[in-house]
């Protein structure tokens, strides 16, 4: 969401969550399974942890000078063709290629996928493609028409709206969402197995400290970052595009701010709109 020119200092001090964060108790993400973060980078305080059945969330704390804390998420969906969602920004690459390469081979990548073009969200996408040669651009078709096909090194997979993507045992789906939060160009993506939104900038949380997956509020930290920026589009449509989003039943929402979030993912959804016309 922060394409501005910016300079990060990385955090001295690495915050280490494991599990489910609800309230201030903590619980393992599934019962029997060990759940612990893993930190790939102790300078950038860069980690990894599973937020779903398959997908993990890869997070690079951050502080922005004169801005206070902040955080980059990407989403990595293992499958027959694994699927990247975000790239992060361009100088982030050495950091994200280096979490990835800690649960995969690089090279197995198929999709290089992001919401819409912006430099935290497809920055160093051609580094990507250089480094996963199977690998392909995922985008919305206005995205591959406007920006993508000229800018990538390789042509994308231009997806239409609603159209089904299978990697394997998972498969997502691609929702055009047109100036939501911003971008003409914007859309997401969920995953159909494990009922996993991945809503990019529809919840950014500011700060760097954030455990891994929680299940309390991220509607009003949101909120205050959104009244603070004002980094939404304000589209008459907005209530309209966020209910069909809201009609797949999200339990997980992988947030690229932040943490991400588990819970009933319609009410949280349908509660965004209602602030958002307020």
């Keep these: ?48 942890h ?49 979490a990835v390469a800690s649960i995969i081979p690089v090279e197995n990548l198929r999709y290089i996928a992001f919401s819409h073009v912006e430099a935290d969200e497809c920055g160093s996408l051609n580094e990507w493609l250089a480094a996963a040669p199977r690998s392909m651009p995922l985008c919305g078709s206005v995205a591959a028409m406007v920006s993508v096909g000229d800018l990538a090194d390789r042509a994308p997979h231009a997806a239409a709206d609603n159209e089904l993507i299978p990697l394997g045992k998972h498969t997502v789906r691609w929702f055009d969402t047109p100036h939501l939060p911003h971008a003409w160009d914007c859309g997401f993506l969920t995953e159909e197995l494990t009922a996993t939104l991945l809503c990019g900038d529809l919840f950014t949380q500011g700060g760097s400290a954030h455990p891994p997956i929680t299940e309390t509020d991220i509607l009003g930290p949101s909120e205050a970052f959104r009244h603070k920026m004002d980094y939404f589009s304000h589209t008459k449509n907005a209530r ?37 016309s307020a």
């Design 1 to 48: 969401m922060l394409s501005m020119d910016i300079i990060i200092v990385y955090p001295e001090t690495v915050p280490v969550f494991s599990g489910v964060f609800v309230g201030n108790e903590q619980f393992s993400q599934t019962p029997g399974k060990v759940n612990l973060m893993s930190v790939t980078n102790s300078h950038s305080g860069t980690n990894v």
């Design 50 to 98: 599973e937020v779903a059945d398959g997908i993990y969330r890869i997070n690079t704390p951050v502080k922005v000078l004169g801005a206070g804390g902040f955080s980059f998420n990407q989403y990595l969906i293992i499958d027959d063709d694994c699927l990247l969602f975000h790239t992060g920004l361009r100088k982030m690459f050495p950091l994200v290629r280096e």
């Design 240 to 276: 309209g595009m966020i209910e069909r989003l809201a009609s797949t039943n999200p339990s997980t929402l992988a947030c690229m701010h932040g943490s991400a979030w588990r819970g009933d993912g319609a009410k949280l959804l349908r509660d965004l709109a209602d602030a958002l």
